[in-house]
């Protein structure tokens, strides 16, 4: 039977997975991308000589900014199933590296950002979809604090 850090850590490389690099799932989760490379790599901790594990706290971070079920960490996977993020993206956005037309879109802000990531490659698109979701979280609970 597997730990709940091995556990951990084949979901987190299912997630790098995802989200196609370390440094985009990095972005997505407001970590270092040396934070994400040492949990990768399970990096000795040069204080206390264990390697690096995904706790609980971090856990729920990661289940909380990649809009995952609480507990879907501490479950094995196979892949980023029906439950997971690919679940809420078909449902809510398009494919985060398929662009709508330009001219589309009512919203001329969001027609000149849609130019602007038709200029990046597919590394760059998702790294900004990262970004973008770190945004959106924050403002997602400030609102939620304004509100309660």
């Known amino acids: 039977m597997k730990t709940i850090d091995e556990i951990r850590h084949e ?85 985060p590296l398929d662009l709508p037309q330009r001219s589309a879109h009512p919203d001329p802000h969001i027609r000149k950002a849609i130019a602007i990531l038709e200029g990046l490659d597919r590394e760059g698109r998702i790294e900004a979809l990262g970004a973008i979701k770190v945004v959106a979280a924050s403002h997602h609970r400030t609102a939620s604090r304004s509100a309660g």
């Open 11 to 95: 979901n987190l490389l299912l997630l790098i997975g995802k989200f196609g690099t370390v440094q985009a799932l990095a972005n997505a989760v407001g970590k270092s991308h040396a934070q994400i490379s040492q949990l990768k790599t399970r990096a000795v901790h040069s204080a206390t000589g264990k390697p690096r594990t995904i706790g609980d706290d971090l856990a729920r971070t990661f289940e909380q900014r990649c809009d995952l079920p609480l507990g879907w960490f501490d479950n094995p996977h196979t892949s980023i199933d029906a439950e997971g993020p690919d679940h809420h993206q078909q449902q809510s956005t398009p494919a």
